[in-house]
């Protein structure tokens, strides 16, 4: 009779400390990909900006040393430029960016700074992409600074608040 309980306490503790380790790794993966796509958009405003390269192709060239996940949204933004008629780069680049909402770690917040692009990414002059480029660029800058310092602050909170949950509802059980 001792035995399916401690396989019981050791199944709840050991869930909630993984969970509280999930938790803690999606804090870490969200700072690597806000750094991951401010260094995409800094490609691809030197490929406007020195190269004079056009949107589908600078998008395409970007993708190419890129991380995820700004990798599959410049890759899939030019595909869509590519091969879709009649879509114009507002609404492919809103689709695209929406997508990355459920494949990512990025809050809405981060998602936000990039469909504020959407609008005047390749409507405006090269010069003026380059300035919107570079206004979202320290924009994430500061949101990836404040997802470091959750990551920072959060982390052990989750890892061990995760094990000291799973241990009080064993207590709370007994």
Same mark, same amino acid.
């Given at each position: 009779?001792?035995?399916?309980?401690?396989?019981?306490?050791?199944?709840?503790?050991?869930? @909630?400390? @993984?969970?509280?380790?999930?938790?803690?790794?999606?804090?870490?993966? *969200?700072?690597?990909?806000?750094?991951?796509?401010?260094?995409?958009?800094? @490609?691809?405003?030197?490929?406007?900006?020195?190269?004079? /390269?056009?949107?589908?192709?600078?998008?395409?060239?970007?993708? $190419?040393?890129?991380?995820?996940?700004?990798?599959?949204?410049? =890759? #899939?933004?030019?595909?869509?430029?590519?091969? *879709?008629?009649?879509?114009?780069?507002?609404?492919?680049?809103?689709?695209?960016? $929406? #997508?990355?909402?459920?494949? /990512?770690?990025?809050?809405?917040?981060?998602?936000?700074?990039?469909?504020?692009?959407?609008?005047?990414?390749? /409507?405006?002059?090269?010069?003026?992409?380059?300035?919107?480029? /570079?206004?979202?660029?320290?924009?994430?800058?500061?949101?990836?600074?404040?997802?470091?310092?959750?990551?920072?602050?959060?982390?052990?909170? *989750?890892?061990?608040?995760?094990?000291?949950?799973? =241990?009080?509802?064993?207590?709370?059980?007994?």
């Amino acid at each position: 009779m001792l035995w399916p309980k401690l396989l019981g306490v050791i199944l709840i503790i050991g869930g @909630c400390g @993984c969970y509280g380790l999930m938790s803690a790794n999606r804090l870490h993966h *969200r700072v690597e990909q806000l750094l991951n796509m401010r260094l995409a958009l800094a @490609c691809l405003e030197k490929e406007i900006n020195y190269l004079r /390269t056009p949107l589908p192709a600078a998008l395409s060239q970007a993708a $190419r040393g890129a991380a995820e996940p700004a990798r599959s949204l410049f =890759a #899939s933004t030019s595909q869509d430029l590519q091969t *879709r008629e009649g879509i114009t780069i507002n609404e492919a680049w809103q689709h695209n960016v $929406r #997508s990355l909402y459920q494949q /990512t770690n990025l809050n809405g917040q981060d998602l936000e700074l990039l469909l504020i692009m959407a609008p005047q990414l390749g /409507t405006s002059g090269g010069e003026e992409q380059v300035k919107l480029l /570079t206004m979202v660029q320290e924009q994430l800058k500061v949101q990836e600074d404040k997802a470091r310092l959750e990551e920072e602050h959060g982390r052990k909170l *989750r890892v061990y608040g995760g094990f000291a949950f799973g =241990a009080a509802v064993v207590l709370l059980l007994l």
